[in-house]
Every structure is written in structure tokens, then in C-alpha cells.
């Protein structure tokens, strides 16, 4: 790809000598994920937003989504002109059905259900709500890319689903995202949305059709090339993971007033994270400043994180924009300023996640355990 100079991922069919990185890609990640079909793009941000016109869903949609979720899901909403409702999470970090029942008004057409932080939704229940009020189920498994439930990966499971490759993430692309599908039409649609309307049809890009409105949402060969390595060692990946989270958690389990997270289905875990519940919200803050004490870094206390909860979103109660949006004119749904969501506070109050490393060794990870397990049985003797 460098010796040819090629780096756009469409077209120039006689000069790359028949390198497509991006196809290899989307390939890969199919064959991973188990997906008929995957389009790789610039971001995950993007693929949220690719997930969600392919699938329809636009402007006045009524799109219920978590309070709890990286900022991208709920932005991805308003830019497409739809309007956010905000519903209740359980321990599973994930929207519940209970919530999401909850929320449904007659103008509910969509959910945007994220799987957050390496595990996955209650998914039988949720898929069950979604066709008693045949709503289009939208997956954001930005943080749960290789994660399954029951033996399908998690983002197969609604109509369409995405992932993020950024940094961040266990397989990356420095930056990119995928939408996949198990639906040909949708996934027409959204490699004409991504390309700007591009039909990719004929050898002369600038004589294509163009039969949809699109934008710029396109990966670039180098980037996918960096993804399509990344994702080859997604299986290695998952296997350590795996092994040091199950030491962290064995560890961890014998203090009292520790637990974790609800995995719906144990086995399908990314391991990407190590999500451990304290009894309360002051616990947690205790237990925090004991971390901060000692040294403990590599965990996210997201009760105060200012772009996974919705506490800090002070842009999106006031609705702050750099120009006019949809919602502006059609109202928003809910207060945004006055939501009652106790259930998601009382969850992520008691929250506190360690990213997993598969480059630890053992004796690496028995250490942290050991370090966490301090902290949390001086945070916890404070008021025993």
C-alpha cells in the first residue's frame, strides 16, 4: 500500500495492485464477529451515526438511549435530528427492559442500547420489548467489540450495530469504526451515507450515482490497514483478558462488600474491564481517594467523569450547539435538566471500572489485585 501510494479506499483500481486494506478489514471482521455484512469507517462516532440512518431512524424519532455511555451515542442522535430520551440502566451497566418500557411514548421509534465497558445488555428481554412495540433496535457496542450473547456477537443482534477501533478500544485502528448488519439493505445504504452519496458502481468515481444524501464518514487504507493487523490478534487479545480479569476477580471477591457487574452471559465477556460495585456511592469516593493515596492507577470512577454520565452533560440539559439543531425546534422530549433516574445514579454511584491489559504478566496482575483489595478494605473499615 505505501509502495503504491494508495491510501483511498475506493477506486485507482490499476495503480494498487490489487491492495484493498479497508475490504480486508471488513472482511476480517466478519469472519471474526460471524456479521453477513461490516463497513468500515472513519470513527466510531461515525459508525453510531451510519448505524443509525442505515437503519432509518432520523430526524423527530423519538431514540431511547443511556444515561451511562461514552457522549458519541447521544450526539450521534441529535446530529441526526432525532431526539434523545433518556432511560434507566441496571447492573449490567446496560439499558434495562424495565427502563426501556418505561420510556416508550407513541413516538418512540428506535433504541440505541450501548454495551458498555466489556460486557452486554440483557439482551433476551430487551429484543422481546423491542417487538412487542416494534421498535428498531440500534446496538452501540463501541466498547464490547468480540463480546457475545449466547454465541452471537453483541451488535448482530438489532437491526444494526457498530464498533470503535480508536485507541482506546481492544483492537484499534488509531482511529475508525464499523458498522455491521445481517441486513443487505441496510448495509447498501450506509456504504452510499458514508461516501456522499456514492453509489460505487463503474471504474470512474466521478461519473457514480449518487441514489442517497451522504457525508464524509470514509476510513482511509492506512488506518484500515493498522485495524485489519489489530483485529487478527483480537482472539490472543481476548484470552489474556480473560485470564487476568478471572485473577483480579478471584482476588477481589474475598472482600467483603465487593461485587461486580452482571454478565447476562459470562461466557461472551471481552474482559476489557473490571467493573466493581462498592456498597455506596460514598464507599466508592472512599475508596477512590485510597487509589489516589496509594498510587493506583488504570480505573475510571465514571460517577464524575465529565463524557460517560450523564451528571456532567451540562451541554446537553441546556442544549448547547454551535448552530441550530432539530430538537431546538421540535422540543425535547424530556427535562433534560430534571431527569429522574435513580436506578442508573445509585448503579454508577457504586461503579468503579479497571481497564484490563493482555500485556500484563501474572505476577503484575496479582500485585494490582492485591493493591485494590487494600484500598477497598481501608475505604470500607472507615465506617465498619
Known sequence: MLETGILFRYNHDAQRNNIWKAREFENEVK?????????????????VACAMASAGIGAGDEVIVPPFTFIASVEAVLFAGALPVFAEIDETLCLSAKGIKAAITPKTKAVLLVHMCGGMAQMDEILRVCKEHNLTLIEDAGQAFAASYKGTSVGLMGKTGCYSFDFFKIATCGEGGVMVTNDEQCYKNADVYSDHGHSHVGNNR???????????????????????????????????NREHKKILTDILSKVPGVSFSTLPDPAGDSATFLNMFLPDTEAAKRTVDEFNKAGVAGFNYWFLNMYHFINQWDHIKN???????????????????NL?????????????????????????????????????????????
Open 31 to 47: 469472519k471474526l464477529l460471524g456479521a453477513k455484512y461490516a463497513h468500515a469507517v472513519s470513527s466510531g462516532s461515525t459508525a
Open 206 to 240: 466521478g461519473m457514480e450515482p449518487h441514489p442517497l444524501l451522504g457525508f464524509n464518514y470514509r476510513i482511509s487504507e492506512l488506518s484500515a490497514a493498522i485495524g485489519l493487523a489489530q483485529t487478527r490478534k483480537v482472539p490472543f487479545i481476548l484470552e489474556k
Open 319 to 337: 442544549l448547547d450547539a454551535a448552530a441550530k439543531l432539530p430538537i431546538h425546534l421540535l422540543g425535547a422530549p424530556q427535562d433534560y435538566k
Open 340 to 384: 429522574h433516574l435513580p436506578k442508573s445514579q445509585e448503579v454508577v454511584g457504586r461503579l468503579i471500572s479497571f481497564g484490563i491489559r493482555c500485556t500484563w504478566t501474572n505476577e503484575e496482575v496479582k500485585a494490582l489485585g492485591n493493591k485494590i483489595s487494600g484500598c477497598v478494605e481501608k475505604a470500607l473499615a472507615v465506617h465498619a
